[in-house]
């Protein structure tokens, strides 16, 4: 499978994602972030696939994945009938997995534990920009459409 191959939607979820983990918004991510980004859509990466990773798709050496290489890697392992919706329903599983009450909202504490186990390379302050931005009404919880923004970058 190439790039062309993948649909609009999928087009719009792996950008969305690349976004969101690009929390400095320089148009790269760490191999350790591909590993997390990969392991959101189901597949989890060793240490030594994600080394062979960089040494296939790091094309311009820069130790960093940019968006267009981080396209070329995720069409290899994005089903073709992912979609939006299945993504969207992946989401709420996780979602669910920590709403252990079923309240429909999970609190940012547990949010933040969240993001720390998907990247633990992520500085607390940073971590504290992304917990305030998605808690914009200061309610100290995140619903499920705050836990998608983060998530999909929408």
Avoid: C, W
Wanted: glycine letters at 6%; zero cysteines.
């Amino acid at each position: 499978m190439n790039k062309t191959e993948l649909s609009k939607d999928q087009m719009k979820i792996l950008k969305e994602a690349f976004e969101a983990f690009d929390i400095e918004k320089k148009g790269s991510i760490s191999v350790e972030v591909v590993g997390t980004i990969m392991e959101l859509l189901g597949h989890t990466l060793t240490e030594e696939e994600l080394t062979e990773v960089m040494e296939e798709y790091d094309v311009d050496e820069s130790g960093q994945i940019e968006f267009d290489e981080f396209l070329e890697l995720a069409s290899n392992f994005v089903e073709p009938e992912e979609d939006y919706d299945a993504l969207r329903a992946e989401l709420r599983e996780v979602f669910m997995m920590y709403d252990k009450n079923g309240t429909g909202f999970i609190p940012v504490d547990v949010f933040k534990k969240i993001l720390q186990e998907l990247d633990g390379a992520v500085p607390e302050n940073e971590l504290d920009d992304i917990i305030d931005e998605i808690d914009a009404d200061g309610s100290g919880t995140v619903d499920f459409e705050e836990f998608m923004e983060v998530m999909t970058g929408e």
